[in-house]
C-alpha cells in the first residue's frame, strides 16, 4: 500500500516547494508507481514477468543462470513486448500559460508534467525528447531513452519557468505543428501540452495541423490544461467588477462576472465541445487537466496510450 509520504509528490502544491525539476520528475513519477494497485513496468516495458521453460535454438542470454544453477534446469526469462517508443513532449511556454498570477501557474504545472512524464518514458525504456513552442519553435531536443539526456531538458525547464522574459505576444500552435511534422521524421507519440488558446474563433488551422501529424501516422496525446475554477466554472464574485487582461495581446476590459458568466460558459462549452469531436474523430487522446489536482491521471493517460501503441 502506498505511504502517504510518497502519494503527497503528486500534489502540484507540495511539488512546488521542491528545489529543482529533476527531484519533482523523480518524485511525481515515484508517488505515481506507489499508488497503482499493479505495477506499471508488468505489460509496458520490458521489465521481466516470469520464467518459462527455454526452448532449444533461443539466445542463451535469456537463460536465467541462478534458476538452473538451483533445479539443475533451464528456463528463460520471459520479457513484456520490447518496442521503444519514440516520445515527443511538445510544450506551449507562451504568455497565456502563465496564467493565474497567484499560486502555481499552467506553465510550471506544464513543466512539472512534462519533466515527470519524460522521467516515467525513459523507466519505462522508451525514448523522450522535448520541444517548447510559443509563436515559433524556441527549443527542441530528439528522443533519446536515456536517463542522462533528460538533466538538460530537465534545466532548460527550470530557466523557462523561472525567468521574467515575455516570449511572444501571440500562440502560433497550428503553425509550429505543421513544422513538426518535417522535425518528426519517424513514427512516434507526440504529447501536446497546452491551454489552447491560440485563436478559438477559428480553430480549423488547428484541426488541419492535427491531422496532418496523424497523416505522418503519428499518434497523439493532447493534454488541455486550465484552472477549472475560474476558466471553466467562471467563480468570480457575479456583482465585483474585475479586470480581465489578455495575456497574448495585453488587452483589458473591465466587467462585472455576473453579466456575462452565462455567455462565457456557453462558448468555452462549445470551444471544447468542438475539439473534443475533431479528437474523437482523429483519433487523438484528449485528456482535460486541472492545473489544481493531481498529477496521476496524466501519468496514467501516458501508459494506456503506450501499451495501445506496443500491442
Not at 502506498?2 to 529533476?22: C, F, G, H, M, W
Not at 505515481?32 to 514477468?49: M, Q, R
Not at 516520445?87 to 519533466?115: F, Q
Not at 496532418?212 to 493534454?223: C, D, P, Q, T, V
Request: hydrophobic share 35%.
Amino acid at each position: 500500500m502506498a505511504t502517504p509520504s510518497q502519494i503527497k509528490y503528486l500534489d502540484p502544491v507540495v511539488v512546488s516547494r521542491l528545489k529543482n525539476i529533476e527531484i519533482k520528475a523523480r518524485l511525481i513519477v515515484e508517488g505515481f508507481i506507489t499508488g497503482l494497485h499493479k505495477s506499471p513496468y508488468h505489460g509496458f516495458s520490458v521489465e521481466f514477468a516470469e520464467h518459462r521453460p527455454y526452448n532449444a535454438g533461443e539466445p542463451l542470454r535469456n537463460i536465467d543462470w541462478k534458476v538452473f544453477g538451483k533445479t539443475d534446469k533451464l528456463y528463460s526469462k520471459r520479457f513484456e513486448e520490447e518496442t521503444n517508443l519514440r516520445c515527443h513532449v511538445v510544450m506551449d511556454i507562451s504568455d497565456s500559460m502563465r496564467y493565474p498570477d497567484k499560486g502555481m501557474t499552467k506553465l510550471e504545472y506544464g513543466a512539472y508534467l512534462a519533466a515527470a512524464l519524460q522521467y516515467l518514458m525513459v523507466t519505462q525504456k522508451d525514448a523522450a525528447g522535448m520541444t517548447l513552442f510559443d509563436d515559433e519553435v524556441r527549443f527542441s531536443a530528439p528522443p533519446k531513452a536515456k536517463m542522462s539526456w533528460l538533466f538538460p531538458l530537465f534545466r532548460k525547464l527550470e530557466e523557462v519557468c523561472s525567468s521574467k522574459e515575455i516570449f511572444t505576444h501571440k500562440t502560433s500552435t497550428p503553425k509550429v505543428l505543421h513544422e513538426l511534422c518535417s522535425r518528426f521524421p519517424r513514427r512516434g507519440l507526440v504529447v501536446l501540452i497546452t491551454d489552447l488558446f491560440d485563436d478559438p474563433g477559428n480553430l480549423k488551422p488547428y484541426f488541419e495541423a492535427l491531422q496532418h501529424l496523424r497523416h505522418e501516422k503519428h499518434e497523439l496525446l493532447i493534454f488541455h490544461l486550465l484552472d477549472r475554477e475560474t476558466e471553466q466554472n467562471f467563480n468570480l464574485p457575479p456583482n465585483q467588477p474585475v479586470i480581465l487582461k489578455d495575456l497574448e495581446t495585453g488587452e483589458e476590459i473591465k466587467v462585472l462576472p455576473g453579466q456575462i458568466k452565462d455567455a462565457y460558459l456557453k462558448k468555452i462549452t462549445e470551444h471544447k465541445d468542438a475539439f473534443r469531436k475533431k479528437c474523437r474523430e482523429f483519433q487523438i487522446d484528449f485528456i482535460e487537466t486541472d492545473i489544481r489536482q493531481p498529477y496521476d491521471k496524466a501519468l496514467t493517460a501516458y501508459l494506456i496510450k503506450r501499451r495501445m501503441m506496443t500491442k
